[in-house]
């Protein structure tokens, strides 16, 4: 059995920050309470730039461990499916969009993981961060535009503005734009390595 180590370096407490904001972003977005909502904001953005900030002291002084490329991708996953989660249940968007992006994210990222494992690495491709790109775009676009909503001298000035940039249809097609996205980049994952699929079926089968 393959002995596993967990190296808590400066990149990987990054990186474990950031679970751990991810609950504390959706109590205090969950909140009734405006400063707790502007506080979920400030959180999420703390959160995010763990995401920027590990990577680049990973790579300037050379903390690249396999414990740390398995944990980076799924904190990243557990805080934009926490997000879309709270979305739904705050009725903004609709959950059979989120479940999509949610079920395809941990797939992947639990390939990519088993991948890693057996030193068969699968390089992010240029789409698929677009894809991230654009999840963050989105999850971005109405966190901002919701506390906002929940800040009175700011919805009072800017009202009508929020609520055109926050009607249903429109939060709907960016939606849809991040779920087909979502899941052409996991077909083409799949596709691109189709080969290590095989691999991986023909050794469960034969266990």
């Known amino acids: 059995m393959r002995k596993v180590s967990i190296e808590l370096n400066t990149p990987n407490q990054l990186t474990l920050l950031r679970v ?4 504390v972003f959706a109590l205090f977005i969950l909140s009734e309470s405006s400063l707790y909502k502007q506080l979920a904001l400030l959180v999420f953005v703390i959160a995010a730039l763990t995401d920027w900030y590990d990577g680049w002291i990973a790579r300037k002084f050379g903390y690249i461990s396999r414990w740390g490329k398995f944990l980076d991708p799924l904190a990243d996953k557990v805080l934009t ?3 879309f989660l709270v979305y739904v249940r705050l009725g903004l968007i609709d959950a059979w969009m989120a479940w999509i992006v949610i079920v395809r994210d941990f797939l992947i990222t639990g390939l990519r993981s088993y991948a890693e494992y057996k030193d068969q690495p699968i390089v992010t491709s240029k789409s698929a961060q677009a894809k991230t790109f654009g999840q963050f775009v989105v999850i ?4 901002i535009l919701y506390v906002a909503r929940s800040i009175p001298p700011v919805y009072e000035e800017f009202g009508p503005t929020i609520d055109l940039l926050m009607q249903p249809l429109v939060l709907f097609g960016m939606m849809l734009l991040v779920t087909i996205t979502t899941v052409g980049t996991g077909i083409s994952y799949l596709f691109d390595n ?10 469960f089968r034969s266990r």
């Open 20 to 23: 751990l904001l991810t609950p």
């Open 81 to 83: 499916s926490v997000a």
């Open 140 to 143: 971005y676009y109405i966190l």
């Open 194 to 203: 189709r080969k290590f699929l095989r691999e991986l079926y023909e050794h």
